[in-house]
């Protein structure tokens, strides 16, 4: 018989998180097309929630969620959750970063390799019928220095792929000290700036870090790195990021995230700039794939119950 717990999960999972929900008795709604408007109609019923980043969970539906004791959230970045209001309300917010970084980290690392060996672009010559090597002639990680910016799970993950490369990491964390070790080293924001040949960005979305890679990120750039985005696409300022390509200031950029992710809904500036970075030769981009391996799938899922367990929020 089920419980009168009520648990909604508004995105899709994997089967295992509603297997295991189940033999707890949970009164269990799997729900991945519901809207916000049709969660805020029931949401006073319910006890646990499991999100993405599909729906914003933010006041005005925290204050109808009287019954609500939980919002685990599948994968890393809580920028859609209100989760200072929720903790205020008593309502516990779990993300599961742990279960996706190393799929962040290998897209990452396959995004460098790609950009600097022109893999696609080889590649996009050959189906048009050219045989370019000369052209096509690629650039070796090997010896380089790389920087990352921010030091979490992604960031530390990306960096522990490196380590057979023989380069030099230099990682920047505001909020993260003691991670030197080896060929790790910790370093500042204007040290990447001034000495990196590759910046992958492994941030949070915050106040803070909207728009950080701006123009004037990128106008103090002394190398001319590869630039690489697995983060969120508020992180980085398009249009800056694009005059920065057009001054040429970058040897290239790879983006596995917009500003804009709603690919059909995008507004003519937006379509716009789309339009200039896929048709650029030394630009990769990728539909927010990155945390999405069918590993990572599995693993965000096994994540969100232990950690649910240590909680004491399943019983």
């Given at each position: 018989m089920k419980r009168s717990v009520r648990i909604v999960i508004t995105a899709p999972v994997?089967?295992?998180?509603?297997?295991?929900?189940?033999?707890?008795?949970?009164?269990?709604?799997?729900?991945?097309?519901?809207?916000?408007?049709?969660?805020?109609?029931?949401?006073?019923?319910?006890q646990g929630l499991v999100v993405t980043t599909r729906i914003k969970i933010d006041r005005a539906l925290l204050d109808k969620a009287t019954r609500l004791k939980w919002i685990g959230r599948l994968g890393s970045g809580m920028e859609l959750i209100d989760a200072d209001y929720a903790a205020s309300k008593g309502i516990e917010c779990i993300s599961t970063p742990e279960g996706n970084r190393n799929a962040v980290a290998e897209h990452t690392l396959a995004l460098v390799l790609n950009l600097m060996n022109n893999i696609s672009r080889s590649f996009d010559d050959v189906k048009h019928g050219k045989w370019l090597r000369n052209e096509n002639r690629g650039t070796e990680l090997s010896g380089k220095i790389v920087g990352i910016i921010g030091f979490g799970n992604t960031g530390s993950s990306f960096a522990r792929l490196l380590q057979p490369f023989n380069v030099i990491v230099l990682g920047c964390d505001k909020y993260k000290k003691g991670f030197e070790t080896g060929y790790v080293k910790e370093s500042t924001l204007e040290a990447i700036q001034e000495f990196a040949d590759v910046i992958s960005l492994h941030?949070?979305?915050?106040?803070?870090?909207?728009?950080?890679?701006?123009?004037?990120?990128?106008?103090?750039?002394?190398?001319?790195?590869?630039?690489?985005?697995?983060?969120?696409?508020?992180?980085?300022?398009?249009?800056?990021?694009?005059q920065a390509l057009k001054e040429n200031k970058l040897s290239g950029a790879a983006l596995d995230v917009l500003e804009n992710e709603k690919i059909y809904a995008l507004n003519d500036m937006e379509r716009e700039q789309l339009g200039f970075l896929t048709s650029q030769q030394n630009v990769l981009v990728t539909p927010h794939i990155a945390g999405y391996s069918h590993e990572s799938f599995k693993r965000m899922s096994e994540v969100l119950l232990e950690k649910l367990r240590l909680a004491g929020q399943l019983s």
């Open positions: 994997h089967p295992l998180l509603i297997e295991q929900l189940s033999i707890y008795g949970y009164d269990i709604h799997y729900q991945p097309q519901i809207s916000y408007e049709e969660l805020a109609e029931t949401i006073s019923t319910v941030l949070p979305l915050t106040a803070e870090t909207y728009h950080l890679a701006n123009a004037s990120f990128f106008d103090s750039l002394q190398k001319k790195p590869f630039f690489i985005s697995t983060c969120r696409g508020e992180v980085t300022d398009t249009k800056d990021l694009i």
